[in-house]
């Protein structure tokens, strides 16, 4: 029986909502699972997470946890895992991202990176996960007795509370790593936004570099009436005309709204592996052989500068 | 400063959609090799590092190339070697007797050998997109990790200012070296990375530095060694094994619509998103 360790992501003292993506994975594994809530005001955050059927949730909170650094974190995680636990998930986010090996090699343990599924058959467990940036799918095995996994967060859907509520147990810091002591953490800056997260979003609405200056301009207004996150290309940031944490691809976020709106996007390569698992994509670019237009479900070839406006439009008149 | 860059090739980047799958297997029958791009931006980091830009021929540190695989590697090592770098080494191997634990471990034995001050790394190879060499080799060494570097400030190169790129913004570090820093794309624009030599004024050429032909056969004579993977880990055994690969399931083909209006009607009725 699998017993897995959920690592929870707090965010401005809140457990981010991707972490119920790693929640998922752990019920389909199956076993029983414990969440793991560390940082500076874990305590306050960990009620958050006493719905979802887990064993327990283990608390890590200390000042010194008060800014990620791998360092610190990741040796608290191999502490909690090596009590009893076979399986160690958090989602693949760039925190997950960076944890997670890390704490695989403490563990001695193999890694499965960014998986989209789990197949459990007896004692067997085969993990499949994008590769060549989403064109192929590949499936591997853990030969080690503790697996570490990082979870798509588009893949795993969020986890429904089930009731009840996991007692809450609070567990000792680890001595961070000795290279702690040459790491200082600085400043985290994030770009301010009444928006939903890219990550998290239902509806996402894109641009590329043929906004130009305009980019915002054109986009507000329809990003705004739809609820939606904003999004943008390599181009686009590149050029200055988005900052960079719009980035969606293979740098920056993977997203899978339920509806993508690629506005002047031509769909590089690395583009769509950034958002190709979108339930409906629609594009709208005056080039109609730009390989947007591959993925897209519908496809609108028009100057963006008339049509988003007349979209916001229509959507006011229609939708509204 | 002493840097030490680990390189690999891949089907080329952006043909990845033509790849096929035949028997389970994953193949680029078709697709020129290229040097992995992060990896091509991590010796382009290392190169600024070790430079100050109004000389760039001079290396004011050391930037050794290494690569895990078959002999075809030389080719990837001598392209860097052809833009600056100063040697290569190649450990003998194939890629299916690889994991990134075994790459991370087989590193962290050169990197005990040549005792770089830095080693800068690809964020991931794009085959397999995995994300993770630089963290454990960062873990088997003892050192700080900064992964996904998006901005690098030499501090009279005993310490790194580094900006990384996490969701939502960047999350900036101060890491003493020794260190493992992992590059994203960023990391080369015009003031991504830059030296202790280099005016804070100086902005680069947007991307990598292309070597002149010059250069090229100037590589041809740089030092390229072989090692031999038993040499350097005593546990060749992978801790992950792959399985059948298979393509994407195919999105069901769209259709192109005359009219906004038509766009919305569409969205409405059919897609049931609005």
């Known amino acids: ?320 | 400063m002493k840097i030490l860059v680990p390189l690999k090739r891949v089907a080329d980047p952006d043909n990845a959609n033509k790849i096929k799958v035949i028997a389970g297997k994953v193949d680029t029958t078709g697709l020129e090799f290229k040097p992995n791009p992060f990896d091509e931006y991590a010796v382009e980091t290392a190169l600024r590092l070790t430079e100050n830009a109004t000389n760039t021929k001079a290396r004011l540190g050391e930037v050794i190339v290494v690569a895990l695989g078959p002999k075809e590697l030389d080719t990837t090592l001598r392209g860097a070697l052809a833009t600056g770098a100063d040697r290569a080494i190649r450990v003998d191997t194939t890629d299916d007797a690889l994991d990134g634990d075994l790459v991370a471990r087989v590193l962290k034995a050169v990197v005990e050998k040549e005792a770089p001050d830095l080693v800068l790394i690809g964020k991931q190879q794009v085959e397999g997109d995995s994300n993770q060499v630089g963290q454990l080799l960062a873990e088997y060494l003892g050192w700080p990790q900064a992964t996904f570097a998006g901005s690098i400030k030499s501090e009279a190169d005993k310490a790194l200012l580094v900006s990384r790129e996490v969701d939502g913004g960047t999350l900036n570090l101060k890491v003493t070296l020794p260190a493992v820093v992992s590059v994203d794309l960023r990391i080369v624009s015009p003031q991504g990375a830059k030296s202790m030599h280099t005016a804070a004024t100086h902005a680069y050429p947007e991307g990598v530095r292309f070597a002149a032909l010059m250069a090229i056969m100037a590589a041809k004579k740089k030092p390229l060694v072989e090692m031999k993977l038993a040499e350097l880990v005593g546990d060749a055994s992978l801790k992950v094994t792959y399985g059948t690969a298979e393509l994407p399931p195919p999105r069901k083909a769209g259709i192109k619509v005359k009219s906004v209006a038509e766009l919305v009607e569409k969205l409405k009725t059919e897609a049931k998103v609005l």
């Not at chain 1, 958090?90 to 695989?104: H, I, M, Q």
């Not at chain 1, 680890?174 to 040459?182: F, G, T, V």
């Not at chain 1, 670019?285 to 897209?296: C, H, L, M, R, T």
């Open chain 1, 1 to 320: 029986m699998a017993n897995t360790l959920v690592i929870a992501e707090l965010h401005e003292g809140k457990v981010r909502k991707s972490t119920l993506s790693s929640i998922t994975f752990a019920r389909q594994v199956g076993g029983t699972f414990s969440i793991l809530v560390l940082g500076a005001g874990a305590k306050a955050a960990a009620s958050e997470v006493v719905v979802f059927g887990a064993a327990k949730v283990l608390v890590a909170d200390d000042a010194s946890l008060k800014d990620y650094v791998c360092e610190r974190f990741a040796p608290t995680i191999a502490a909690v895992a090596k009590g009893g636990f076979d399986t160690v998930v958090v989602t693949a986010s760039s925190y997950g991202k960076d944890l997670a090996p890390r704490v695989a090699a403490k563990l001695n343990a193999g890694y499965a990176p960014d998986i989209s599924s789990v197949h459990v058959d007896g004692n067997k467990r085969v993990y499949r996960r994008p590769m060549f940036a989403g064109n192929a799918y590949g499936t591997c095995e853990v030969q080690t007795p503790v697996h570490v996994v990082s979870a798509r967060q588009t893949e795993f859907t969020a986890a429904e509370p089930s009731g009840g509520a996991s007692p809450i147990e609070s567990v000792a810091v680890a001595a961070p790593d000795a290279a702690s002591a040459r790491v200082e953490f600085i400043s985290l800056e994030q770009g301010k936004s009444e928006r939903p997260d890219l990550g998290e979003a239902r509806v996402v609405v894109s641009g590329g570099r043929a906004l130009k200056e305009q980019f915002a301009q054109v986009l507000d207004p329809l990003a705004n009436l739809l609820g939606a996150a904003v999004g943008a290309s390599r181009a686009a940031c590149d050029a200055g005309f988005a900052p960079a944490e719009l980035q969606v691809g293979q740098t920056g976020r993977v997203v899978a709204p339920a509806l993508y709106l690629a506005i002047g996007i031509s769909g590089a390569i690395q583009h769509l592996a950034g958002m190709k698992g979108s339930k409906t994509i629609v594009a709208i670019n005056k080039d109609g052989d730009a390989p947007i237009f591959q993925v897209a479900d519908y496809g609108l070839v028009a100057d963006l500068f008339t049509a988003v406006p007349e979209l916001v439009g229509e959507l006011k008149r229609t939708v509204a």
